[in-house]
């Protein structure tokens, strides 16, 4: 049982470029979400999604995809990234609870830098 | 606004001494709260869980303990050990809300020999 999975672990990017960062779970969680951690900002929603086919904006959506074809894969997608995306990601899944998110099970982040 | 406010910002303590984090938060309507444990490198990791009705909960050497009525909860570690130096976040459910997961910056422990 892997649980989440993310790829990759470190990556460096110039300004404009564009890449994915990927994330799986094999918990066959419904609930994925995408947050980026950036010091003395704590965690910040980028998207998530409730289900398959399902996604909607969090807090800081803007420069970022997602999509969800599938329970178990939810990618993050950076069309033309930009200085201010240097961070950490953090791909995290859940069981659904009514409409409400139990707990988050992380995964080990994705370091991001641009140039 | 729903808010999430953690004490203090970063802590040393010798090995073996006790410490408390503070977690007071205004989201509303609450349903439950989480703290999370996240090693330097890694993801988050829940610890324990609080719910409305819930005053005390123990896992290991860490006890929360909620106060609804203050919307005040803390997190007492016991006879800290070099392996519970993190950093530590307090995460609220909302009951509604576009964004149900409210969450704070997180206090850093430092624990040293």
């Known amino acids: 049982n892997a649980g989440v999975t993310q790829t990759p672990k470190f990556q460096v990017l110039k300004t404009g470029q564009s890449m994915t960062l990927q994330c799986a779970q094999d918990?066959?969680?419904?609930?994925m979400s995408w947050y980026r951690q950036d010091p003395g900002m704590g965690l910040r929603l980028i998207h998530y999604?409730?289900?398959?086919?399902?996604?909607d904006q969090g807090e800081v959506p803007n420069g970022y995809n997602v999509s969800r074809s599938t329970t178990e894969d939810f990618p993050l997608r950076l069309l033309s990234a930009a200085p201010s995306q240097t961070s950490v990601y953090f791909c995290?899944?859940?069981?659904?609870?009514?409409?409400?998110?139990?707990?988050?099970?992380f995964g080990e982040g994705s370091r991001l830098t641009v140039l | 606004k729903n808010q999430v406010e953690q004490s203090p910002q970063s802590l040393i303590i010798l090995e073996g001494k006790n410490c408390t984090l503070q977690?007071?938060?205004?989201?509303?309507?609450?349903?439950?709260l989480r703290w999370y444990k996240q090693d330097t490198g890694r993801g988050p990791v829940s610890l324990t869980i609080?719910?409305?009705?819930?005053n005390t909960k123990s896992n290991g050497r860490y006890t929360a303990t909620l106060d609804a009525d203050t919307k005040q909860s803390s997190l007492h570690i016991t006879a800290s050990q070099l392996s519970d130096s993190a950093s530590y976040i307090c995460?609220?459910?909302?009951?509604?809300?576009?964004?149900?997961?409210?969450f704070g910056k997180g206090t850093r422990l430092s624990v040293i020999a």
């Open positions: 995290a899944s859940s069981n659904v609870v009514t409409a409400m998110p139990g707990e988050l099970f």
């Open positions: 918990m066959n969680h419904e609930y």
């Open positions: 999604s409730v289900g398959a086919g399902i996604t």
């Open positions: 977690c007071n938060y205004t989201v509303s309507p609450f349903s439950n």
């Open positions: 609080m719910t409305f009705s819930e």
């Open positions: 995460v609220v459910s909302a009951n509604s809300g576009n964004t149900p997961l409210v």
